[in-house]
């Protein structure tokens, strides 16, 4: 994908994400008053806390 260039990715409910949920970008997790663009080359999971964590893939948990 080039800068500038449209592109149709999932969106996902925020409130439809409980923990252990995961998934890779690109992405948007949409919730009322927010988003969080989840880029290609980067995954999301809900952590046990409710927290949305982004990790480069690659990379595992800290």
Not at 3 to 17: K, Q, S
Not at 20 to 44: H, L, M, N
């Given at each position: 994908?080039?800068?500038?260039?449209?592109?149709?990715?999932?969106?996902?409910?925020?409130?439809?994400?409980?923990?252990?949920?995961?998934?890779?970008?690109?992405?948007?997790?949409?919730?009322?008053?927010?988003?969080?663009?989840?880029?290609?080359?980067?995954?999301a999971r809900i952590a046990?806390?409710?927290?949305?964590?982004?990790?480069?893939?690659?990379e595992s948990e800290r």
């Amino acid at each position: 994908v080039k800068a500038g260039e449209m592109r149709e990715v999932p969106m996902y409910r925020r409130d439809d994400l409980t923990p252990g949920c995961k998934f890779a970008g690109p992405g948007i997790i949409v919730e009322d008053q927010t988003s969080t663009y989840v880029p290609q080359g980067f995954g999301a999971r809900i952590a046990g806390n409710g927290y949305i964590v982004l990790e480069r893939n690659g990379e595992s948990e800290r």
